[in-house]
C-alpha cells in the first residue's frame, strides 16, 4: 500500500542539530550518547547497522511501545529516539523534540526541512515502515489482481491518501502483487542479514 520512513529526533536541550552531530558525540564519548527505541523492531536493526558502518557506539534503551520511548525523550530520560514518523512528527512540529534525520532515500514531505541519513552522508540503507495487505497462499489469480486494484483505487483517492499522510507520513505506494513480493523478498533478505551478522536476539 505504501511506506513511510522513520525518523531520528533529540530533546532541544540536546546540543545536536542534526544525526551527523549525534555521531560525532558518540565517536567522541562511547556508550555515553543513548537511543531509545522497540526492542525487537526494525529501528533496533537500523541503529545496529548504523553503528558497524559508521564507527560509532550509542547506548541502545530498549522500549516495550512508541508510547513510552517518545514519553522518556520528552522528558530527558534518553538523548535520543528512533522510531516511526508519526510517533515523532506531533512533537517536532510543536517545538518539543528537534528532528535530526529521517532514513528514507528522499527527504519526506511531512518534515521536509530535515535531511535524510543519506544527505549527511551516514553509510546505511534506506529504511521504512511499510503496509501490505496479504491473502492466504491459494488464493485465485483473479480475486488478488481484483483485491489490489480494489486497494489502490482507494488508497489513491482523494478521500484517502491525504489523510494516510497528513496521520502517518504515508507515500501512497500500491504496488502490484508482483512487484510488492520483490520488494519484502529483498527487504527479507537485508534485515535477516543485519540480523544473523550481529546476532541480534528476539528477546
Same mark, same amino acid.
Given at each position: ?65 512508541? +508510547?513510552?520511548?517518545?514519553?522518556? !525523550?520528552? =522528558? ?5 529516539? &528512533?522510531? $516511526?514518523?508519526? /510517533? ?69 483517492? +482523494?478521500?484517502?491518501?491525504?489523510? !494516510?499522510? =497528513? ?5 501512497? &505506494?500500491? $504496488?502490484?502483487? /508482483? ?25
Amino acid at each position: 500500500m505504501g511506506r513511510a520512513p522513520l525518523a531520528i529526533a533529540c530533546h532541544p536541550d540536546q546540543p545536536y542539530k542534526n544525526f551527523a552531530d549525534a555521531m560525532a558525540d558518540a565517536r567522541q564519548r562511547p556508550g555515553k550518547p543513548s537511543v531509545g527505541v522497540l526492542s525487537a523492531s526494525q529501528a533496533l536493526l537500523l541503529i545496529t547497522h548504523l553503528q558497524k558502518e559508521n564507527g560509532f557506539d550509542v547506548n541502545v534503551i530498549f522500549y516495550k511501545g512508541g +508510547a513510552p520511548t517518545v514519553q522518556d !525523550l520528552l =522528558a530527558g530520560v534518553t538523548d535520543m529516539a &528512533l522510531t $516511526t514518523l508519526a /510517533a515523532l512528527e506531533p512533537h517536532v512540529r510543536a517545538g518539543r523534540l528537534r528532528a535530526l534525520a529521517t532514513t528514507g532515500d528522499t527527504r519526506t514531505p511531512i518534515l521536509p526541512d530535515t535531511p535524510t541519513l543519506l544527505e549527511q552522508g551516514i553509510k546505511g540503507y534506506p529504511t521504512y515502515s511499510w503496509w501490505g495487505i496479504y491473502a492466504p497462499a491459494a488464493t485465485p489469480r483473479p480475486i488478488v489482481e481484483r483485491m489490489n486494484a480494489e486497494v489502490a483505487k482507494a488508497v489513491r483517492s +482523494a478521500e484517502v491518501a491525504p489523510k !494516510l499522510a =497528513a496521520q502517518i507520513g504515508m507515500e501512497i &505506494l500500491a $504496488t502490484s502483487p /508482483a512487484s510488492f513480493a520483490d520488494f519484502q523478498k529483498v527487504e527479507q533478505e537485508r534485515w535477516t542479514r543485519i540480523i544473523e551478522e550481529n546476532g541480534i536476539k528476539a528477546d
